[in-house]
Structure formats: C-alpha cells, structure tokens
C-alpha cells in the first residue's frame, strides 16, 4: 500500500542540482516528487487525501546520503545494529548509508552483501547500501571478489581503515574495478609512518606525551594512489583527506585530470588537535584530529570544491571499548544524528555557502555511487529531510539513538533540528 501524499509549503526549498535555495512547494506521492513550485506562490487543487505540511520556513532539502558508516551487524551486533543505525540515520536527516565491510564476517563475498540487503528490507527505514571488501579479509594481499559483489550490488569497494601497501595488489584492483565501472575508496595513510601513533605528530602531541604519527604519511600514500588511478583510469576516492599538504596532491590530480574524488569527515571540519584536551578519548578518532591550520585548510577545500564530499564517519565502539588510556582506546565517533547540525555551523559562520554544504552530503555523495537521490526535482526520489536552521541544540550523547554513545560532539552547542525525514514518500522520523 503507497503511503499517504504529503504537500509541503512555505518551505526553504534548497536543491544542489539546480542551485535553487529559495522558497517553494512541492508533492510527493508513489515515492516520488510529483509536483514542485520555486517561488513565492503556493500549490492549489490539492484533494482531501494529501497531507499538507507547513514547513513555516524551515529548509526542505534532498536527504543526506552518508558514504561512510559503520555498524556492528553482522558479528558485534553490541556496538551498532543495522536497525539502530537507521534509526540514527532517520533522526539525522540521512536517507541513505554505506555501511563498511569490516563486519565479522568481513563482507568480501556476495553472501554478506546480500545479507545487508535483506536486512535493510526487513527494517524498511532508510536505505542501506553495502560497500565491498576490497581485499580478502581486509588483509591487503589477495583481491576479493569484487565482480560478484558488484552484482550482487555493493556500490564501491574499499579496505576501509587499512591500506593496501603493496601497490601491484592496488594497481590490479584499480584496474578490474575500472573494468567494471566500479568505484575504490581508499584511506591514504603510509601504515609504517603511523604505527603505534595515537595522534598527530606535533607540540602539542609531544607535549601531552602522545605518540603521534607526520601528517605527510596521508599525502605519501595518496601520492601513490593519484599515480595508479593516473595510469588505469579507474575511479578512486581519497577516503578522508584530512591534512594540508594532502590536498595540494589532490589539488594537481585534479587539475590533471585524474579520475579523483575526495571526502572529508565533519570531525575533521569542526574540531582540531586541541580537543583532545586533557586525554580526552571521545577525540579520538582516524585519521587523529589535525592542526587549526590543517581544518582551516580543508574548510578551504569544501567551499571550492577540491573536496566533494562530506561523511559522518560514524564509527561506535561501546564503554569499555573508550574508558581506556588514551593510546588504549578505541578510535572513532558516532555521527549520524549530529552530522547535519555540526555543518549548519560552517554555514552560520557564513564559511560555506549552504547550498554548497548540502551538494557535499546530498547530491555529490549520490553521483559517485550512481545513486538518483540529492535532487528536488519532478520524478526524482522522494528523500527529503525537513530542518530548522536556527534552533538551538546541547547535545547529550547518552540521549543519542544510536547504541553506542561515543560522540566527539558530547556537550556541544549546535543549531539545527531535523523536524522530518521522509524515505521514498514515507515519514520515517519526526522530531
């Protein structure tokens, strides 16, 4: 049964692919935008059956689409479900996820690819899109079977937060995934520059007696992978670029004409080295929080689109696994639910123009995977979030959806609420 039209109005309709952010209304119905106005006039002939929404100026925008979460499920279901994960993602305002392959078992062969599937059925939220192993076990050393896993409908592959250090291994895989048309998202870091490291190499990680690890282990590594995307052609995207000196490599690919995409984790947008205050693990995090410089850097590189995209990279690990010494403790934070208020900050600051920010977690994201998500636009997906730009919000991990409560943004003073969100015209959260 198709779910009840739904008609917002007196919206902030904000729409990357036409750069349109002004005011407007639009129609969903069968899972789709089936009427839109851009302007100030509002819709008529609307029957009985629709269900009309005062937006009362907040922004109606494409929902998010997060590139880069991880949950528990399947193997340590105690840290992240896939249920809880979409919950989390409703209550962001995120209507699509990829969720990682490092699962237990690590998602290297159809079966688990097509397990997430089935699961993201039965739980009917939001959608859920597996990436593929990369390599074997994640181990970097025998590639997995990425064209079974493409059809079974993983939409890129990666080796998520190991890098894949012998270069005839990367070459091969970017050549076979080019073949396919397939995407490869790889972290660049050099492991034997950051091994045992805690931090980033600094004053102040010396200070604190922190092991710390040179920011030019990222632009090493994506030296490296420019060179083999250069000579396959295949597509890569840099996962987490994070420091300067990384995106003036990033800057010449580009300008070259390698097949080359960039994201960038809020984390990394909003916080710095110093964060860490006095050991502070809900900081921790990889790539290790950088320099002022570095975040300044990479703001930059979001308003000029050097870095196309923008991930939670949601990342939970329980309690036991962050109440250690800071060199003991478990890396990564949670960010579905606070992704899309920690980059409203960017544009009250008046840092990024908002349209921008939401092309980076809408529209972008969407067209890298081939997804038709990110737009308003007649026909197009009904995935929308409904946000007030300007309210205010302490926010309260313990008080977060997703199971584990480890958020760098704990005690953080936000604006934005996400009043809405709808998946393919349902309403699936409402705040």
Known sequence: M??????FFNARLVDPASRYDGPGALVVSNGRISHLVKGAEGLEGLSDEVLQIDAAGAMLAPGLVDLRVKTGEPGNEPKETLK??????????????????????????????????RRARDIQLVHVYPAGAATKGLAGQVMAEIGLMREAGC??????????????VMRRLLAYAGGLGLLVSHRPVDPWLTAGASATESEFAGRAGL???PVVAEQIMLERDVALAELTGARLLADQVSAACALE????????????????SINHLTFNELDIGDYRTFWKLDPPLRSEDDRQALID????????????????????????????AAAGSVGLETLLPALLTLHHEGRIPLIDLVRAVTLAPAEAIGLKAGRL?????????????????LIDAERLTSKSKNSAFDGRRLQGQVRMTVVEGRVVYEG
Do not use: M
Not at 2 to 7: M, Q
Not at 308 to 321: F, G, N
Not at 377 to 393: F, K
């Open 377 to 393: 636009a007649v026909g197009a997906p009904a995935d929308l979030v409904l946000c007030d730009l300007g309210v205010p919000r």
């Open 211 to 213: 092991a710390g690890a």
């Open 301 to 328: 590189a979001v308003r000029s689109g050097l870095v196309d995209i923008i991930v939670s990279a949601h990342c939970p690990a329980p309690a036991e696994d962050k109440r250690l010494p800071f060199d003991e």
């Open 155 to 168: 939409v890129y592959v990666t080796n998520v937060d190991r890098p894949i250090v012998d270069s005839k």
């Open 249 to 264: 490599t990033l800057a010449r690919a580009k300008a070259r004409g390698v097949p080359i995409l960039a994201s960038c």
């Open 84 to 117: 809880s994960a979409s919950l989390a993602a409703a209550a962001g305002g995120v209507t699509s996820i990829v969720v990682q392959p490092d699962t237990q078992p690590v998602a290297d062969d159809p079966s688990v690819v097509d397990f997430v599937f």
């Open 2 to 7: 198709s779910p009840r039209p739904l008609a």
